[in-house]
Structures are given as C-alpha cells and as structure tokens.
C-alpha cells in the first residue's frame, strides 16, 4: 500500500475511518527523515492491512503544532482513533517491524480501560 500525505483537511477522516495508522512525522530538508524514508517505504509494503502516512511538517505546520512535534523525523501510531506510540527519531528496519509487532498485539479494550482510569484517577 502507497503511503498518503496526511493534510489538515484529511486527517481526521483518516484516522477516524482507520484502525491502525502509522504516521511520519517530516521534512523535505531533514537528513534523518530522508535516510529513514526508504526504510518506512519498504516496511509499509509488508502491512496491507495498516495506513501508512506522512505528515510534511513544513507544509502541516498546524498539524505539526497540534502533536507538538519538536524532533523530526517522528513515529506516531494511531490503534482505533487513539495514540499509542509516538517517540522521534528514526529506528532499523528490524526495530520498525517489531514495534508495529507489538503495536497490532495490544488489547485496545484494556488501553482504554487503563486511560479510563488514569484520567479517573
């Protein structure tokens, strides 16, 4: 599955109609986003089942304000409308696949309950 440009005006829809959203965080001038792009690439080709979308935070300042990304590039992931990872910083191709790993195993059920009662608490 290509990667889509995630924008102001389709965010939202993107993240509301998707269950598992991965989302980089970039720059056309950063040397690190640049050197992890053929890495989120190849990756995203392994997951039909997962959106694959980049944020170009020089164009989406909003939406780059909005995370408050500070560090580029960032990885964020999105499990049924809610943040479950999100750290800058580029990882091994390894690395990426095994954090997607963890990510699809998580019982998104006990997540909520968990933030339920942190905001409760």
Not at 29 to 41: L, M, R, S, T
Not at 102 to 119: I, Y
């Amino acid at each position: 599955m290509a990667t889509i440009e995630l924008t102001s005006e389709n965010f939202d829809q993107i993240i509301g109609e998707s269950s598992f959203v991965i989302i980089d965080f970039w720059a056309e001038w950063c040397g690190p986003c640049k050197n992890f792009a053929p890495i989120y690439e190849k990756v995203s080709e392994n997951h039909d089942d997962i959106v694959f979308a980049k944020v170009d935070t020089e164009a989406q300042q909003e939406l780059a304000g909005h995370f408050q990304i500070r560090s580029i590039p960032t990885l964020m992931i999105f499990r049924d409308q809610v943040i479950i990872f999100s750290q800058p910083g580029m990882l091994p191709e390894q690395q990426f696949e095994q954090l997607i790993e963890k990510a699809a195993e998580l019982d998104m059920e006990e997540v909520r309950k968990e933030m339920a009662e942190q905001q409760g608490g």
